[in-house]
């Protein structure tokens, strides 16, 4: 797959020397957290000099293809827009590289998540960090903890809610075993009980068929199944955090890539700052229409 | 006097008394068989290398304790449903019975839908009979049909257990025999009466055994309606284990249905005993 690359000869020269001053800052500012975090090749220097980049002082960033809303706008990460664009920008920024300084790629993600050489530095594509895909790859700290969402269809007295007190006179349906099912219970707390489902595929079925008038479920999977599962299908908001672990997504790196520490403490600092909350609430919430529900 | 009234000979007495040492030995072997059997059981289970994580995955009291309440309700939700569905495969599965006995060529529509229905419903899984009623019947989008998983679920399992135990009573129709009829006949009686009067009841008294077998098995089965959102005991525990990762809850619903069925299964060894004292008249 042939991938954007933006800039001219002339402002990538500009680019790169840019680039090299926002490293020698970058390099100077996170010193104190590199007693810490022990990284033998570089010292601990994570700025577009030193990270060993697949090509020289350029960030190579993957993505699958096609990138949907809410995580890429126009299924084009270069523009900067949907959370995991904005994120990928954030992260590079919090590395010391410009936004003309990065190249995205396009990689599937199956294949992205298989053992071997990467052709990416690193791939934003709502990886769930877990065990067994830790052995075959690298996971940077979690930029993104899935939390739970109410989704419905048009047609449900559901839809109108705006507050969770709206939702507990009616029938909320979860999957058995789920963090989703305790957030019906704890957050929602409906006056029947929840309606527990074998799979979130009855559950979908029941919703559809008018059985049960919403559903909860994670909130990355609520976009995939209000855009490509249901018809008529809407978000009625996330449900505040009950402090369960939901999944959390990393970004995925080569096995034992060198850049890993550096990526993950650039994500620490970016979750330290505020900066994630924001773009999650920017794009997670505001603009895809998911508003937290009180 | 008699010598009928001179009491058991000296013969008998031996007799009676050997039997009762023989009944005694016996007795005392099976008790210490049993014992010895529990004892190895008991040791081999508790010196298995896994048991200490067993029995804290499994035997958790204080688990045990805390899903005592929501297993109890959803064991109510099951005795509900196994109430109104037994009811219910009685008489379809009877009303069934009767369809495929029927003789003469004019009823041949009606045998044929009966030996359809039971061939169909006999076949399909119950899990898949739960799913295509419980989500199928709504999807339609009728009016006035029910949505609720407690009435679908119900539904499901009244269809194909009626099926069973239609073949049950008709084994019973058909084992009583054509004399019993002919006889009927022969005194004036229709053929409905016949049936009411002479047929039925001793086809439902051979019969009487295994359909409380299908009735126990019908107690464990209605916790499959679970799948269609109804909380009963076997969902509950489940809701408990997701929360826990502690099996205890089903253990604990296992051990409920168990004394679910105790009284179902001593009524149909005490049925079956009747009726064979009273069918073999003291052969035994």
Redo the contacts between chains.
């Keep these: 797959m042939r991938t954007t690359t933006r800039p001219s000869a002339a402002t990538a020269t500009a680019a790169g020397l840019a680039a090299l001053l926002v490293a020698a800052l970058a390099a100077c500012a996170p010193a104190e957290d590199t007693g810490t975090a022990t990284t033998p090749t570089d010292g601990g220097d994570c700025g577009p000099a030193n990270l060993q980049t697949i090509e020289d002082s350029t960030l190579t960033i993957a993505t699958d293809q096609p990138a949907y809303e809410p995580w890429m706008v126009d299924d084009d990460p270069t523009n900067g827009q949907g959370f995991e664009a904005a994120v990928a920008y954030a992260v590079a920024a919090q590395l010391g590289y410009a936004d003309d300084a990065i190249t995205w790629t396009r990689v599937p993600f199956n294949a992205a998540i298989q053992p071997g050489p990467k052709t990416f530095d690193f791939d934003i594509n709502q990886f769930t960090i877990n065990a067994k895909r830790a052995k075959a790859v690298d996971f940077s700290s979690p930029y993104y903890t899935a939390v739970q969402a109410v989704v419905t269809t048009g047609s449900s007295p559901a839809a109108a809610a705006t507050t969770i007190a709206e939702l507990k006179a009616l029938t909320i349906g979860a999957q058995v075993a789920t963090t989703s099912l305790d957030a019906v219970t704890e957050v929602i707390a409906p006056d029947g009980g929840p309606s527990v489902f074998n799979t979130n595929d009855d559950a979908k079925l029941a919703l559809e068929n008018g059985q049960v008038d919403a559903i909860v479920v994670d909130l990355p999977t609520a976009f995939f199944i209000t855009a490509a599962e249901l018809t008529d299908g809407v978000i009625v908001g996330q449900l505040p955090d009950t402090g369960t672990e939901g999944d959390q997504f990393g970004l995925l790196l080569d096995k034992d890539s060198p850049l890993t520490d550096c990526v993950s403490s650039a994500v620490d600092a970016l979750v330290k700052d505020g900066t994630l909350a924001a773009l999650e609430q920017e794009w997670l919430a505001d603009v895809a229409d998911a508003p937290v529900l009180e | 006097m008699s010598v009928l009234d001179a009491g058991p000979s000296t013969v008998e007495l031996d007799r009676r008394a050997y039997r009762r040492s023989r009944a005694r030995r016996s007795t005392l072997g099976a008790l210490a068989s049993t014992l010895v059997f529990a004892l190895v059981a008991y040791l081999t289970i508790t010196n298995a290398p896994g048991w200490p994580r067993v029995r804290t995955t499994f035997f958790d009291l204080d688990i045990a304790r805390q899903s005592l309440r929501p297993v109890l309700a959803g064991l109510w939700v099951n005795l509900q449903v196994l109430v109104i569905g037994a009811v219910l495969v009685a008489v379809l599965g009877l009303g069934i019975a009767l369809l495929r006995t029927l003789r003469g060529p004019i009823f041949a529509p009606l045998r044929i839908v009966a030996t359809i229905y039971v061939d169909i419903f006999r076949g399909i899984p119950l899990i898949v009979v739960l799913y295509l009623v419980g989500?199928g019947v709504?999807?339609l989008?009728l009016e006035g049909v029910p949505?609720s998983?407690f009435v679908l679920g119900t539904a499901a399992v009244v269809l194909t257990y009626s099926a069973y135990v239609a073949e049950v009573f008709r084994a019973g129709i058909e084992s009583v025999h054509p004399s019993q009829v002919a006889a009927a006949r022969s005194l004036g009686l229709s053929h409905r009466q016949t049936t009411r009067l002479v047929v039925l009841p001793q086809a439902v008294r051979t019969v009487t055994p295994p359909l409380l077998n299908d009735f126990v098995a019908l107690q464990k089965d209605v916790g499959l309606i679970?799948?269609l959102?109804v909380?009963d005991a076997v969902?509950a525990s489940?809701?408990i284990?997701?929360?826990t990762f502690n099996f205890t809850p089903y253990v604990l619903a296992g051990l409920l249905f168990v004394l679910l069925a105790v009284p179902s299964a001593r009524l149909a060894d005490h049925l079956t005993v009747r009726a064979l004292r009273r069918q073999q008249g003291g052969g035994r």
Excluded: E, K, N
Aim: proline fraction near 6%; hydrophobic fraction near 30%; glycine fraction near 12%.
């Design positions: 989500f709504p999807a989008r949505t998983g679970s799948v959102t909380t969902r489940q809701i284990v997701g929360q």
